[in-house]
Nanobody
Framework: VQLVESGGGSVQAGGSLRLSCASS????????MGWVRQAPGKDREGVAAITPGRGRRYYADSVKGRFAIWQDNAKNTVYLQINYLRPEDTAMYYC????????????????????WGRGTQVTVS
């Protein structure tokens, strides 16, 4: 599938953003969809994931309580709400989809995903 992210921007600390990931296909055809971010000079970090079929949600410890992931089946879109933004949240945020079953212990691993969007930049000052 093709994935297109949107919603990034430059915001002040404490602000909020809502990122969107639109899929070219039905999100039910994926086993897991995740958001992975990469800050300058750092490795990619999985921050949230959702299993479209069961609606199970997963969050990295670093974002629990501030990030929320959900899906809109009619729009084949997955969203990531980011609240209480911090400078350390500055990164390129990528949406990814996995066509194979992903064990919970691997939902934050980039190797679990086979399709990727081009990313949307989030900058927090």
């Amino acid at each position: 599938v093709q994935l297109v992210e949107s919603g990034g921007g430059s915001v002040q600390a404490g602000g909020s953003l809502r990122l969107s990931c639109a899929s070219s296909g039905s999100i039910y055809d994926t086993m897991c969809m995740g958001w992975v971010r990469q800050a300058p000079g750092k490795d990619r970090e999985g921050v949230a994931a959702i299993t479209p079929g069961r609606g199970r949600r997963y969050y990295a410890d670093s974002v629990k309580g501030r990030f929320a992931i959900w899906q809109d089946n009619a729009k084949n879109t997955v969203y990531l709400q980011i609240n209480y933004l911090r400078p350390e949240d500055t990164a390129m945020y990528y949406c990814a989809a996995a066509s194979a079953l992903v064990p919970p212990r691997l939902v934050f691993s980039e190797t679990a995903y086979n399709d990727w969007g081009r990313g949307t930049q989030v900058t927090v000052s």
